[in-house]
């Protein structure tokens, strides 16, 4: 499962999806808007619009009036489906220090656990989609590598851009 809180619009996320294809099958369910600092609010008291959405890559997707946490639940709860990882993001900007607490992003995986899913946020700089997405293999071996969803069921991942050559 992909979430965005920067909208289901992302310039991000068809190329998150292709990177994602290469694992598994993938489910999108992303706001319709943008939805940066909503941390983990959800709706309960108005009717959601939820639309089958074209990310231009063939996948299962979603765009959903509300926050990034509301689309996690919808995917888990309403979908009725199990996934394996639940990715949020690439988020445009880091979520770091206090950031973190009003984050979309982390707050939507965070909703993942809550729900008994494994999750990770994933962060860059501004513009550094790029950067972030030719890391991807690479943030996913080090997880999988040392054994990290068995100590913890959620990561927030801030991918810096490229600088003389290397990612550190």
């Known amino acids: ?65 509300s926050t990034p946490a509301d689309c996690v639940r919808f995917a888990l709860l309403g979908l009725k489906k199990r996934y394996d990882l ?28 809550s729900l008994g899913a494994r999750a990770i946020a994933l962060s860059t700089e501004p513009q550094g989609y790029d950067d972030a997405m030719a890391q991807m293999d690479r943030v996913m071996d080090y997880i999988n590598e040392r054994g990290l969803f068995e100590l913890h069921s959620a990561y927030n991942i801030n991918i810096p851009r490229e600088q003389g050559g290397e990612i550190r």
């Open 1 to 65: 499962l992909i979430t965005n809180d920067d909208g289901i619009e992302s310039p991000v996320l068809p190329l998150l999806v292709k990177w994602a294809q290469t694992l598994g099958e993938v489910t999108v369910v992303a706001p319709k808007s943008e939805q940066s600092g909503k941390s983990q609010s959800i709706d309960f008291s108005r009717a959601v619009e939820i639309k089958r959405h074209d990310v231009g890559v063939a996948c299962e997707a979603w765009a959903m009036d």
């Open 86 to 113: 639940v990715i949020s993001g690439i988020n445009n900007g880091f979520n770091i220090g206090s950031d973190i607490l009003y984050s979309g992003t982390v707050s939507a995986a965070l909703e993942a656990v």
